[in-house]
């Protein structure tokens, strides 16, 4: 008896057992196992490259500024501008004040996401690099992810093709893409996306 009031006090964390569980239990887990993506960057198929304008691209998976799993194929239906930019770059630093104005701007329709290649030192960005782009830019609701130069493919095929800093990858709503640019212009940057919208 005091095994029983000693375990009850004292007792193990408890696991699920598929089993006996209910069906709603089950529910919950099986869709909290499927949040948790196997793979990151640049996931790569037959069906899917980076090569040029009317591609469809290949889904991207990173970590966003809130440290949440981020994927492009989420967001399917939306035009979307992906922002390559760099802590070190001095002109990345520049445009990036535009990505949230340009958000609350355009709406739910549209997602302005920047993609940190790399942090002050050329390495992946760290968390606090990012934190402070995201506070410097004043980012409320456009993702700021965390990327590295494994998303970067001069042929296209297995990662985007980045020519300089920033670079923008404008996607229509079927995530093709539509153009893309190397530098910040304000008044193209806008007419595409009013194109596409």
């Given at each position: 008896?005091?095994?029983?009031?000693?375990?009850?006090?004292?007792?193990c964390?408890?696991?699920?057992?598929?089993?006996?569980?209910?069906?709603e239990e089950?529910?919950?887990?099986?869709?909290?196992?499927?949040?948790?993506?196997?793979?990151?960057?640049?996931?790569?198929?037959?069906d899917c490259d980076?090569?040029?304008?009317?591609?469809?691209?290949?889904?991207?998976?990173?970590?966003?500024?809130?440290?949440?799993v981020?994927?492009?194929?989420?967001?399917?239906?939306?035009?979307?501008?992906?922002?390559?930019?760099?802590?070190?770059?001095?002109?990345?630093?520049?445009?990036?004040?535009?990505?949230?104005?340009?958000?609350?701007?355009?709406?739910?329709?549209?997602?302005?996401?920047?993609?940190?290649?790399?942090?002050?030192?050329?390495?992946?960005?760290?968390k606090e690099?990012?934190?402070?782009?995201?506070?410097?830019?004043?980012?409320?609701?456009?993702?700021?992810l965390?990327?590295?130069?494994?998303?970067?493919?001069?042929?296209?095929?297995?990662?985007?093709?980045?020519?300089?800093?920033?670079?923008?990858?404008?996607?229509?709503?079927?995530?093709?893409?539509?153009?893309g640019?190397?530098?910040?212009?304000?008044?193209?940057?806008r007419?595409?996306?009013?194109?596409?919208?």
């Amino acid at each position: 008896m005091l095994f029983f009031i000693l375990l009850s006090m004292f007792g193990c964390a408890a696991e699920l057992d598929i089993e006996s569980a209910s069906e709603e239990e089950q529910i919950e887990q099986v869709e909290t196992e499927d949040e948790i993506p196997t793979e990151f960057g640049i996931i790569n198929s037959d069906d899917c490259d980076q090569l040029s304008i009317g591609s469809d691209v290949c889904n991207m998976v990173l970590y966003d500024h809130n440290e949440e799993v981020w994927q492009l194929y989420e967001h399917e239906g939306k035009v979307i501008l992906l922002d390559f930019s760099t802590v070190w770059c001095g002109p990345c630093q520049n445009a990036g004040h535009y990505a949230q104005p340009l958000q609350d701007e355009y709406g739910d329709d549209f997602l302005f996401v920047t993609v940190l290649i790399d942090g002050a030192t050329g390495e992946p960005p760290t968390k606090e690099e990012v934190d402070e782009w995201v506070s410097v830019h004043n980012i409320t609701t456009s993702p700021v992810l965390y990327g590295n130069r494994t998303l970067l493919d001069q042929t296209g095929e297995t990662g985007y093709k980045i020519g300089g800093y920033p670079t923008y990858v404008f996607l229509d709503q079927n995530l093709q893409i539509h153009v893309g640019t190397v530098g910040f212009n304000q008044p193209y940057i806008r007419s595409i996306i009013e194109e596409l919208l």
